[in-house]
């Protein structure tokens, strides 16, 4: 049997069985040509093959399974590596470019893709790694082994013990550490996502492809995301949100606010459930401790820009708040349910245009109602609520893009100019890890001459791109895009060619 760990994350197999005696009506499948890089959807055949352990008897005698190595799928690669480019883009391109960092409150910028896009990519992946199943035991033990060694990475990256590259030095107050952050969240989908399509017995092989029946095919994962659905909506609109107080360090004292509240369904900043559900649950010690919404007009005079508070500010500018929290978390379920949906069509449609059909439509009916609920205000398009129209805007946004990529990638055969993406998704949980946590610059910032501000990050971009280009800004872009996107896109070349991953 093939490895099932080389199914993960978007990896596919190609198998072939010789069977003329098959009482139980398997069907043969043909090699196709296999390649770790290679393009699994661009053949029709090779979609058709997976990964089967058959023990046929014939005359008594045990035939042997043909094993071949892997195949991955290049448009699900690239996909996630534009995702992870585009996380380090925002990441240390957004202060210098507010218009892409987050949101303050309501609306979408280019940094609010890089959740829902994760989550998307996860779902799609479990689709296409749980597509047989020997031993739902095992299967099992895989997805939680897999979800502690996201929540262990998360906490130890987002937790608050790496203070890299800024400070190099590195240790967490425990009083005052962040338990939940972006690989708990992915953690969270992944676990709830995986386990129903592990758990829930299949029929595939009485699946008529249409439309319609792909969803009452897999209706227990759609009601699954229902349920996150009606529990986030509930929650947030039926909850009472009484007034809370947090304290803050001014001038060296602990100064302590108060915030009045007493309401139920409210979408600002002070007074959300998802807020309040986070304050009950973790502790306000807990939470993230510079939110964006300090970045609105009503907390800054720089805004969109970071700046100093206004003196007249509402008090909850100064207090914390949680982006990756429980009930927000909760409903980032059905952004995984939407990406396992595509992974799905991708299993059981094997013509292309069967496929576009599936993913354009789904993806512009999702832009459509989110569209609408935003603007008629009934519910605003909201990242760091995680809002139902934001659900339905970014999943509908990573649909289309996902559908661009598979024509030029697998339709038009335009591969080549997105091999670095493809590199850069197939090392992932690497590229995250060292790049958009700092860990590899805060590695070289520790030799540093005479002064911890003199180091060579530092002096590459400023005596590189910003005195090249004589602008901050720009220098700061073109250092992101160049010395950290490129850099790390060939080093997972390297890794490719080794045959090594690092799957997120």
């Given amino acids: 049997m093939e490895d099932p760990k080389r199914l993960e994350e978007g990896l596919g197999h190609t198998a072939e069985v010789a069977n003329k005696d098959d009482k139980n009506g398997h069907l043969s499948e043909k090699v196709g040509k296999t390649d770790h890089g290679g393009d699994d959807i661009h053949n029709e055949k090779e979609e058709r093959s997976a990964v089967r352990d058959q023990l046929v008897e014939q005359k ?32 240390d ?33 479990i689709a296409l790694a749980f597509k047989r199943i020997p031993k739902r035991r095992d299967a099992v033990k895989r997805i939680l082994l897999r979800t502690v060694k996201l929540l262990f990475w998360g906490i ?16 967490v107050d425990m009083k005052l550490i962040r338990w939940c952050g972006i690989l708990q969240r992915i953690a969270l989908v992944y676990m709830i ?13 009485t699946i008529e492809p249409n439309h319609f029946s792909i969803f009452t ?7 699954a995301g229902f349920i996150s659905f009606v529990i986030y909506m509930v929650t947030t609109f039926a909850l009472y949100v009484p007034d809370w107080s947090f304290s803050v360090e001014h001038d060296h004292e602990r100064r302590r606010y108060t915030v009045e509240c007493g309401m139920r369904g409210h979408l600002g900043p002070a ?40 003196k007249d500010a509402p ?10 929290g429980l009930l927000s978390s909760i409903s980032a379920i059905l952004s995984g349910t939407i990406g396992i949906h595509y992974g799905h069509v991708l299993i059981h449609f094997k013509g292309h245009a069967e496929r576009l059909k599936q993913w354009v439509s789904m993806g512009l009916i999702l832009l459509i109602v989110a569209i609408i609920l935003h603007f008629t205000d009934a519910i605003p398009i909201n990242k760091q609520l995680y809002s139902f129209s934001y659900v339905c805007f970014t999943a509908g946004a990573a649909g289309i893009v996902f559908s661009g990529f598979y024509v030029l990638i697998d339709v038009w055969g335009l591969r080549p100019p997105f091999l670095f993406l493809e590199w850069i998704g197939m090392n992932a949980m690497l590229v995250y890890v060292m790049a958009a946590q700092g860990i590899f610059e805060g590695f070289i910032n520790g030799w540093y ?22 602008s901050e800004r720009v220098g700061t872009l073109l250092y992101v895009i160049f010395a950290q996107i490129t850099f790390w896109a060939l080093v997972s070349g390297i890794l490719h060619k080794l045959g090594i991953y690092w799957k997120l």
């Avoid at 094993?67 to 990441?91: P, Q, W």
């Avoid at 095919?217 to 009601?223: C, F, L, P, V």
């Avoid at 001459?449 to 004589?470: A, C, G, R």
């Fill in 60 to 91: 008594g005698e045990e035939q042997p399974v043909v094993k071949l190595r892997s195949k991955r799928i290049a448009t699900l690669d690239a996909f996630r590596g534009l995702t992870v480019a585009l996380m380090i883009l925002v990441d």
């Fill in 93 to 125: 391109a957004g202060g210098a470019y507010a218009r892409i960092d987050h949101s303050p409150w309501n609306g979408c910028t280019l940094a609010d893709f890089v959740m829902p896009f994760f989550l998307f990519i996860v779902g799609v992946a």
């Fill in 156 to 171: 130890l990256l987002q937790g608050g013990y790496s203070h890299a590259p800024d400070a190099l030095v590195y240790g």
């Fill in 193 to 205: 996502v995986a386990l129903l399509e592990a758990l829930i017995p299949k029929h595939r092989q």
């Fill in 217 to 223: 095919a897999y209706r227990w994962q759609w009601i």
């Fill in 271 to 310: 007074c959300n459930a998802v807020g309040y559900v986070d304050r009950q649950v973790w502790g306000i010690n807990h939470l993230y401790q510079s939110p964006v919404w300090s970045r609105l007009k009503a907390c800054t005079l720089s805004s969109p820009n970071s700046g100093p508070l206004r």
């Fill in 315 to 324: 008090s909850w500018c100064r207090a914390p708040f949680e982006p990756e």
């Fill in 449 to 470: 001459y005479k002064s911890p501000d003199n180091t060579l990050v530092y002096w590459i971009q400023e005596h590189v791109f910003n005195d090249v280009w004589h």
